[in-house]
């Protein structure tokens, strides 16, 4: 089991700048792939952006890439997405997943553990 916390969600002007942050306990957080996702009123989660267990390998989904910065850092156990040149569509609840593999994508399937999410809130 690994439970997953995210924090430095917030309200934020049009253009800002935000860093999430998810700590993970549990189990060896080396083990997993960590994920990104957002879920704005009325819509879908989605993919925001990944990474994999070693940190050399990203992703973004296309509406972000360029803004937003994924990292993680094995030794604290968490996982950061710098967020960068904020719209007013970044506005959702952010998600930080975790999935038991060395690769995890864009897909919510591919991810075994969520935290209960932080909101951001971007004003224009």
């Known amino acids: 089991q690994v439970q997953l916390v995210e924090s430095g969600g917030g309200l934020v002007q049009a253009g800002g700048s935000l860093r999430l942050s998810c700590a993970a306990s549990?189990?060896?957080?080396?083990?997993?792939?960590m994920g990104w996702f957002r879920q704005a009123p009325g819509k879908e989660r989605e993919f925001v952006a990944a990474i994999s267990w070693s940190g050399r390998n990203t992703y973004y989904a296309d509406s972000v890439k360029g803004r937003f910065t994924i990292s993680r850092d094995n030794a604290k156990n968490t996982v950061y997405l710098q967020m960068n040149s904020l719209k007013s569509d970044d506005t959702a609840v952010y998600y930080c997943?975790?999935?038991?593999?060395?690769?995890?994508?864009?897909?919510?399937?591919?991810?075994?553990?969520w935290g209960q999410g932080t909101q951001v809130t971007v004003s224009s």
């Open positions: 549990g189990r060896t957080f080396s083990n997993y792939a």
């Open positions: 997943a975790a999935g038991a593999k060395p690769y995890a994508g864009r897909t919510i399937n591919e991810y075994d553990y």
